[in-house]
């Protein structure tokens, strides 16, 4: 208990809900700021959990993720259990593969296991002075205006009540906080569902822990109105989802026994069907999860809560940005701590008002960008378009990064990204038709258009 | 009991959820099919109340409103309280009235009491021996798996619970029923609240209980951002609501002292302010309430439980629709039950697919009224648009009808109405640069226009 009374007078005992992903980031960055923090989680530690515990989920890190990681000095260590992306391969029904690259040379996202990270972060967390975890803790109801919180402890099976003088919200989509917040009058909140779930699957790895497809790619198997991904893992295996439609002819309800799921398979993923020895069996196994994007506002009560991450801004993830922009969530926090020092208010309201039109920028591109994965990446159209675009690029680069680019390896706020990538699409609808192949970007009457609407930009 | 006893062997014992307008209507359709009823109502017994009862609100019926009124042969004595709104007065800060009719010669909506017309539904619902009605009864926890209710009786303060085979959750547009939705899988979730708040005031009764203001007439001091409404009571008086930000330069938050309520209320209301003796009092009495739109989908869990009214689609007040729409839920169910006879998934999943576009339509319009309610009425332009609009209605009967009567004095789906009105107000945005005056409309070239646009419809 040292470390709480060494506490120099300005600073607070923080409380965290939720020891997660952004929650455990949060906490480090909290502490950095000379806070005591007392932070809960729901689940049991995962670094103590036996072979049992939730399925491996790989994310998607990218630049905004890292710099969040980097500000608590946890980047190279990730970086060495994370498996470099530097693009897309599509695999078509026949089996044909085509290659786009995410960015430019040396750009790439990054897959990780959601577990593996947690584990080091809490590792983290549990080496800081400052903070005291615990786990098994579930938050059953906050009261606002008492400042307490009821929580179980789902191990004892005790409940108590916690006095909280200020208490973040990092308890994720379905967060308990949110739901006190909820119950104030004027608190906006939307909770909306894709009409598809998805199911995760394994391509196992090649003899001898080799990667039975090309090891840095994101693979997709488009196909219209649904799709296959997978992400490398380091043992050679590939981590694959399928979103498909609950209902309809081609959908979840109509696949009911192994046979319909291995004829479908081997109909629409032919090339993935060898890999993945365990199809069946995963897929009655696993569970199908459904797709929610969560709005809502103020993410705050008066300076006393603040919701962070998911509990702020559930997303789809076909951008592969619920992670990063959680983290981004801790980089603002954290540049506010330092602009604000202890006037909570300060930093509480510019948060929210900084972050909100991110998150609703960042929502509706990844909703965007799953009909891109799912269907236009199919279309030799769309794939020269994105090639035309990267040629644009690469000629005017102060004036043209693609979107993909600005989400993904900027920190420019997503809701700029999402206004210029709609300009940029636009322009791309009116040069397009005069495009009919690669070389014909290079045709001087394609670079005076080009010129032209970079003129205007 | 004997009713229950005498249940005929195809019909159910249903529970209704919600005593207020429409759950009593809905007891009194459900009844109308032979099935037994059982009707929980948070409140007590409206009827039983004292003089401290909730303060008095007006609503406006309209024909859909009446429809199913009618349907319940209550239509009549009902009429004998309203008060016939033939059009709308607003009144300028200069005291200048300006008169718009609601239709055409004949055509009204009805200013009604909400604690009246209840009471005299529940003397209804009492009155039928399938209906049993139980009052002080709190819908605390749905159980939609266990398919129990836990009620606490707020007189006795005991809790119980509640069996039900069939649940209809009548109960508002803070409905604990779909609370219990909210939380199963892909429930399709939103609670949007406008910046705005409204408050009730009163205008007093002339000498002699006569009115200060015309009768016939929903009267509307429009001011831009904001506006006051007054609709006439049976008694000379007329219940007035302000509805004004809850922030800013003039709003809720501004108004603080009694003396800056009566210098504001004298600078933009003043022929109103000598009406309104208990103008002070009342302001800082009466409670500032928001104004939320809640949409939701589905409508139901299985064929076990049924949303319907406010608990469905709550909308802001702004069209006069919210009792209305929740009526012709009444309506729409009573099609179905007589259609499909004891198919109750048929009767449920076809009552949420047809109602859920009318709904939603119908909370677009509401808030599309406001602007139009608070703003665009004071505009001459508008309203020359608007006697335009009647006259081509008046040539065309078969090809026009103002949104607004397609709204109020019809019974076409409310998605099919909107649909009709954007197209109309597209048409009127062509027509009107061409008009300058009421005469106009006879010239040659614009009755050609006309012609033209006609055709094309």
């Known amino acids: 208990m040292a470390e709480f009374a060494s506490t120099a007078p300005e600073t607070e005992t923080l409380t965290v809900m939720g020891g997660g992903l952004v929650g455990s980031l949060l906490a480090l960055y909290l502490a950095q700021h000379g806070h005591s923090v007392e932070m809960f989680e729901r689940r049991p530690d995962i670094r103590r959990a036996g072979p049992v515990e939730a399925r491996s989920i790989n994310l998607a890190l990218s630049d905004r993720g890292w710099r969040a990681l980097e500000g608590v000095g946890i980047a190279e260590s990730v970086r060495d259990v994370a498996v470099a992306m530097h693009g897309r391969i599509m695999h078509s029904v026949q089996g044909q593969l085509t290659y786009q690259p995410y960015g430019q040379e040396g750009q790439s996202i990054y897959s990780v296991s959601r577990a593996g990270l947690n584990r080091r972060m809490l590792d983290l967390v549990e080496q800081n002075p400052r903070i005291r975890v615990a786990f098994n803790q579930q938050c059953q109801r906050v009261d606002l205006r008492q400042q307490t919180m009821d929580v179980l402890d789902t191990e004892l099976n005790q409940s108590r009540t916690v006095s909280f003088r200020r208490l973040f919200g990092v308890d994720g989509a379905y967060s308990a906080v949110r739901a006190a917040l909820q119950r104030t009058d004027r608190f906006n909140y939307s909770q909306h569902y894709l009409d598809y779930g998805y199911k995760e699957l394994t391509i196992a790895a090649a003899p001898g822990g080799s990667w039975a497809l090309e090891k840095h790619a994101l693979h997709i198997w488009p196909r219209g109105q649904y799709m296959m991904i997978a992400l490398p893992n380091l043992d050679g295996s590939f981590n694959c989802t399928l979103f498909f439609p609950f209902e309809g002819p081609a959908s979840f309800a109509a696949l009911q026994t192994p046979a319909q799921v291995r004829a479908f398979f081997e109909q629409e993923f032919p090339d993935a069907v060898p890999l993945m020895p365990e ?9 199908t999860s459904s797709l929610v994007t969560v709005r809502c506002y103020p993410w705050t009560y008066h300076d006393d809560v603040l919701l962070l991450g998911d509990a702020a801004h559930a997303i789809v993830p076909f951008y592969g940005q619920g992670m990063n922009a959680g983290f981004e969530d801790c980089t603002v926090l954290h540049e506010l701590l330092a602009r604000h020092g202890h006037d909570w208010n300060a930093i509480f309201q510019e948060f929210q008002q900084v ?103």
Chains 1, 2 share one sequence.
């Open 279 to 287: 199809l069946e069996t995963e897929f009655f196994d696993n569970p």
């Open 355 to 457: 972050r909100k039109p991110n998150a609703d920028a960042m929502a509706d591109l990844a909703v965007y960008n799953f009909e891109e994965m799912r269907d236009r990446v199919a279309d030799p159209r769309f794939l020269l378009q994105k090639k035309i675009e990267s040629k644009i690029s690469a000629q005017y680069p102060s004036k043209w990064l693609p979107l993909y680019s600005q989400v993904t390896f900027s920190h420019l706020p997503y809701a700029e990204a999402w206004a210029n990538g709609q300009q940029q699409e636009q322009i791309m609808q009116r040069l397009m038709p005069h495009i009919q192949s690669e070389e014909d970007y290079q045709r001087p009457e394609v670079q005076a258009l080009v010129a032209a609407e970079m003129e205007r930009r």
